[in-house]
């Protein structure tokens, strides 16, 4: 099985959110990846930039495919040697078609990848064409509240009183007093908070 993280460093990043700091998400992460081997996973990541993930994350990676860099070119203090293998035009100037690939154990190579017939085109239904039907339940609370709804200043100073009492956006939205959408809700203790209303 073959895993692919797009953008491994908005991913590192994101899980600042899981855990209590960056060193606990890079842990995680390092770990994950190194687990995954034991476990028939192979894992790759993509990142716009090589210096953008953590050196420690850097150290775990078998294979490094390098494409076309631009006028940036490869990374000083990482990457520059390959400048001795390939000539720098070339680095900067792949066709997509093409990588440069670098071995753990230093082999480089530049290879050509072609692209797969099974490759999902732009615009095209994959849903449909793998013959999944999604099924949907019933329409939620929010989706069955009428849009043409005008919050009036009491409706305001109710919603911002409930939710100072600890009410959830979805409780105050279901109020006999109320009913809008929890979106509503949202926007109005939103500009309580910023100070934007009259109340």
């Known amino acids: 099985m073959f895993l692919l993280g797009r953008e491994i460093a908005s991913l590192l990043y994101s899980r600042l959110q899981v855990v209590k700091d960056s060193a606990s998400a890079k842990a995680e992460i390092i770990e994950f990846l190194r687990q995954s081997r034991h476990m028939g996973v192979a894992v790759g990541v993509d990142t716009i930039r090589y210096t953008s993930t953590d050196a420690d994350l850097r ?8 494409k076309g860099t631009g006028i940036e ?4 203090d990482y990457l520059r040697f390959l400048y001795m293998y390939i000539h720098p035009a070339t680095v900067d100037t792949l066709k997509p078609s ?3 690939i670098l071995s753990k154990q230093r082999p480089i190579s530049i290879s050509r990848i072609e692209y797969p017939w099974w490759h999902k085109e732009e615009k095209t239904d994959i849903m449909q064409d793998l013959g999944i039907q999604p099924i949907y339940g019933d329409p939620t609370q ?5 849009t043409k709804l005008v919050v009036t200043k009491d409706m305001h100073k109710e919603i ?10 979805e409780q105050i939205a279901v109020n006999e007093n109320i ?3 929890q979106r ?3 926007d109005h203790v939103r500009r309580h908070k ?3 209303c009259d109340c």
């Open 179 to 181: 009913k809008v959408s």
């Open 184 to 186: 509503t809700v949202g």
């Open 59 to 66: 150290a775990v990676i078998d294979y490094l495919f390098i």
């Open 73 to 76: 070119g490869l990374p000083k």
């Open 98 to 100: 093409r990588a440069i």
């Open 160 to 169: 911002v009183r409930l939710w100072s009492w600890g009410e959830t956006y």
């Open 142 to 146: 929010e989706e069955k509240i009428d």
């Open 194 to 196: 910023a100070n934007t």
